[in-house]
T-cell receptor
């Protein structure tokens, strides 16, 4: 059982370039989310989705776009990369709403460096 | 301002010592979760607490939810090097599945 799969694991971009971080889950989870992790900041929510076709903003959405065309996939797009977006990005999914009875399952992370 | 404040941010102790980390807020929550993250991996759920005053034990780890459901603590007895990692508390919305994390406590247990 693969769980949550993120690609790529590592990426270096130049300022202004665009790219997409891929996330796929095979657990038929309705809820999916993207976080970024920076030293001393914990995990900050970028965007999340409660099902196919439904997305909403989290704490730090600026500079990122998401879409959810299928239950399995939740890609994160960086429109014009900036050095401030250098971070480790985590995708997560859950069967039920996280925080109550729902457990978040995380991918292994994607480390992005913007020069 | 941070919804959840964790303390301490860093903790370095010797094997066999006891420790407590805290997760505090001015808001009331219906539940709170603790996750642990090892280097190069995503966080993994340790426990969910839902009732004010609730205490849950997971081997040498004891989790407590405050009576007023505004805070929580994690106590580790006789810490082992395998306990090394980042400990994160988190609270969520029962409607949206949106989970917000504290900034985490980095624990290092030296042999």
């Amino acid at each position: 059982n693969a769980g949550v799969t993120q690609t790529p694991k590592f990426q270096v971009l130049k300022t202004g370039q665009s790219m997409t971080l891929q996330c796929a889950q095979d657990m038929n989870h309705e809820y999916m989310s993207w976080y970024r992790q920076d030293p001393g900041m914990g995990l900050r929510l970028i965007h999340y989705s409660v099902g196919a076709g439904i997305t909403d903003q989290g704490e730090v959405p600026n500079g990122y776009n998401v879409s959810r065309s299928t239950t399995e996939d939740f890609p994160l797009r960086l429109l014009s990369a900036a050095p401030s977006q250098t971070s480790v990005y985590f995708c997560a999914s859950s069967y039920s709403p996280a925080g109550n009875t729902g457990e978040l399952f995380f991918g292994e992370g994607s480390r992005l460096t913007v020069l | 301002t941070q919804l959840l404040e964790q303390s301490p941010q860093f903790l370095s102790i010797q094997e066999g010592e006891n420790l407590t980390v805290y997760c505090n807020s001015s808001s009331v929550f219906s539940s709170l979760q603790w996750y642990r993250q090892e280097p190069g991996e995503g966080p993994v759920l340790l426990v969910t607490v839902v009732t004010g005053g609730e205490v849950k034990k997971l081997k040498r780890l004891t989790f407590q939810f405050g009576d007023a459901r505004k805070d929580s603590s994690l106590h580790i007895t006789a810490a082992q090097p395998g306990d090394t990692g980042l400990y994160l508390c988190a609270v969520g919305s029962s409607n949206t599945g949106k989970l917000i994390f504290g900034q985490g406590t980095t624990l290092q247990v030296k042999p």
